[in-house]
Nanobody, 126 residues
């Protein structure tokens, strides 16, 4: 099973930007859809964004639409989450995960994703 490693989390001020990266250890993920999720303190994990294997299908949670951009570079075996206009409510541990197929049917569902990484902390100060 692919193990994923997230990086790029940091403490930033509201309105700032960050770019998170996700890379697998031991295997390529170029044939699989991928996703970003987050878990804020005291809350459950929530979906952030997903991207199909080719990048041709992308889906965002309403809360991040227009501020976050998910991309992938299969040649570098890396997925990214560019975040701008960050808000304190974006504070969370961010996780990446892989989907068992090249794309999802209907809407991407958290339960379909696996190979969760350890997460990277994003803290947005007001």
């Amino acid at each position: 099973q692919v193990q994923l490693v997230e990086s790029g989390g940091a403490l930033v001020q509201a309105g700032g930007s960050l770019r998170l990266s996700c890379a697998p250890s031991g295997r390529t993920f170029s044939n699989y859809a991928m996703g970003w999720f987050r878990q804020a303190p005291g809350k459950g994990r929530e979906f952030v964004a997903a991207i199909s294997w080719s990048g041709g299908s992308i889906y965002y949670a309403d809360s991040v639409k227009g501020r976050f951009t998910i991309t992938r570079d299969n040649a570098k075996n890396t997925m990214y989450l560019q975040m701008i206009s960050l808000k304190p409510e974006d504070t969370a541990v961010y996780y990446c995960a892989s989907h068992p197929r090249r794309t999802w049917f209907g809407l991407p569902r958290e339960g379909d994703f696996g190979s969760w990484g350890q997460g990277t902390q994003v803290t947005v100060s007001s």
